[in-house]
């Protein structure tokens, strides 16, 4: 077992210990929201939206594009589950401004192995045992990050399975004073109509 697991256990335990009244929440969420946000680990959706557990749905990947999974997720949020307003979410500071999906894919073509960034430049630290499958992914980079939160709820907003009742708003989390700063035309285009 490694450390990481050791430890992720050992705070399971004690979370679990204490859980009490956590094993009554409801399915649904409580406040009837949910949020489409980046992975990075510097976003806590719980302290900067002021969200207990049960309150809402938070959904994550890479830049908090509105991938296909993410629609997905977000209709089953709405139409099994009951929320009716979204937030879409991204961040300053984002890495998947510092690499295009030509970059990424050329860089696991030769290794699937972490890569390093110097100068701004992109390499492999090794060239063997790559794949060439990358080049059939869409990595949903981005080099405007307000620009690409108004794509993102544009895209949500004018998906065939998404009402059109359902406010979408569209914010970036300040990494360094750990404010939301809208993107008025994103909330503009995600207004219910």
């Not at 399915?27 to 806590?44: E, H, N, Q, W």
Request: charge should be negative; hydrophobic fraction near 40%; aromatic fraction near 6%.
């Amino acid at each position: 077992m490694t450390a990481i697991v050791t430890e992720v256990l050992q705070a399971n335990k004690k979370y679990a210990a204490e859980f009490g009244e956590r094993a009554n929440l409801n399915l649904p969420p409580a406040r009837g929201f949910a949020i489409l946000t980046c992975m990075d680990a510097r976003l806590d959706p719980a302290q900067y939206a002021g969200l207990a557990e049960g309150d809402a749905h938070v959904i994550r990947n890479a830049g908090g594009r509105a991938s296909d999974d993410a629609i997905r997720s977000l209709v089953i949020s709405h139409k099994l589950l009951g929320t009716n307003e979204w937030f879409v979410i991204h961040h300053t500071d984002c890495g998947m401004e510092l690499f295009t999906s030509e970059i990424i894919s050329d860089l696991l073509e030769s290794s699937l192995e972490t890569a390093d960034i110097s100068s701004g430049v992109w390499k492999n630290k090794t060239t063997e045992g790559g794949s060439v499958a990358g080049k059939y992914i869409n990595w949903l980079t981005f080099k405007d990050n307000a620009k690409a939160v108004i794509e993102d709820v544009e895209r949500i907003k004018n998906h065939p399975l998404v009402p059109k009742h359902i406010p979408i708003h569209g914010y970036i989390y300040d990494c360094k004073t750990g404010l939301l700063v809208e993107v008025p035309e994103a909330s503009a285009a995600g207004q219910a109509a």
